[in-house]
């Protein structure tokens, strides 16, 4: 029964270290799509969507970072859609990185 108990504790560590790995690659492209330094971003919220995104085909599982109010012209809320792996795949808005690019002109 312990060996049993030990087996869950060291599975739910793994999974909470495999977790961990990919919110963090995650934020990293975040960061690298809004650049050095990031505009005004307002209050931040994670989720992974474990349905995946219904409006895209396959369906990917994917992590959404949503920010209220920026900044940025146009655009009072922004969602970033990043898979596990850590590759955006979606911005709403749709020209996000365009929008970032006017805020830096350097």
Do not use: C, N
């Not at 809004?34 to 995946?52: C, R, V, Y």
């Not at 959404?64 to 898979?83: C, K, L, N, Q």
Request: aromatic share 12%.
């Amino acid at each position: 029964m312990a060996r049993l108990f030990w087996l869950t504790v060291m599975a739910a560590f793994a999974a909470a270290l495999l977790a961990g790995a990919s919110w963090a690659g995650a934020f990293l492209a975040v960061g690298t799509l809004l650049g050095s330094p990031p505009p005004e971003m307002g209050t931040q919220s994670t989720s992974f969507l474990w349905g995946g995104m219904p409006r895209l085909p396959d369906h990917p599982r994917v992590w959404r970072f949503t920010f209220t109010p920026t900044v940025i012209p146009g655009a009072p809320t922004v969602r970033i859609y990043v898979t596990p792996l850590g590759r955006v795949v979606e911005t709403e808005p749709a020209d996000l990185e365009a929008r970032v690019k006017a805020l830096h002109p350097y």
